[in-house]
């Protein structure tokens, strides 16, 4: 609580650490992807693509943090743009499985040099125990969380 009793004291709450990480890592992402005509959303995309080959929009979007209209806007900006193909008829129901292109491959790659050197610069003054350790704690309250463990 905070010193008055009412809400969160922002300086010791954890889940406002997060986000406010969470924060400073994207607006970081975004300003070394804007040079590469690229956007956080795009750049997860592509990787998700080069990851997964034919994932369809609704799990492009579950991986992308993005609404599947969203995901659908994007998709067919990338398709235009030459970045991403998908069949002109689905070869199963009615999901249009998206590929990368060799275009949509070259700019991932330029895009992953830059994420990385953030990941690099995030990482900066930490051991590699810490690192380690820091990757376990945040996958551990992920998985709490998104188990519904309450913690009793």
């Known amino acids: 609580m905070s010193q008055d009793g009412a809400g969160v004291d922002l300086e010791t709450s954890l889940g406002y650490l997060l986000k406010e990480a969470s924060s400073a890592l994207r ?66 129901g009615r999901v249009l499985p998206a590929r990368l292109t060799p275009l949509g491959r070259r700019s991932l790659q330029r895009a992953t040099v830059a994420v990385r050197s953030v990941e690099v610069r995030m990482l900066t003054g930490m051991t590699e125990t810490e690192q380690s350790d820091a990757f376990r704690l945040l996958r551990s309250m992920v998985r709490s969380l998104r188990d519904g463990n309450d913690g009793t």
């Open 27 to 92: 607006a970081t992402m975004e300003e070394v992807l804007r040079p590469l005509g690229m956007s956080v959303t795009r750049y997860a995309c592509l990787e998700l693509l080069a990851q997964r080959p034919g994932l369809s929009n609704s799990e492009l979007a579950r991986g992308a943090f993005v609404s599947r209209q969203s995901m659908n806007v994007l998709l067919q900006a990338l398709e235009r743009e030459g970045y991403v193909a998908r069949p002109a008829e689905a070869p199963v």
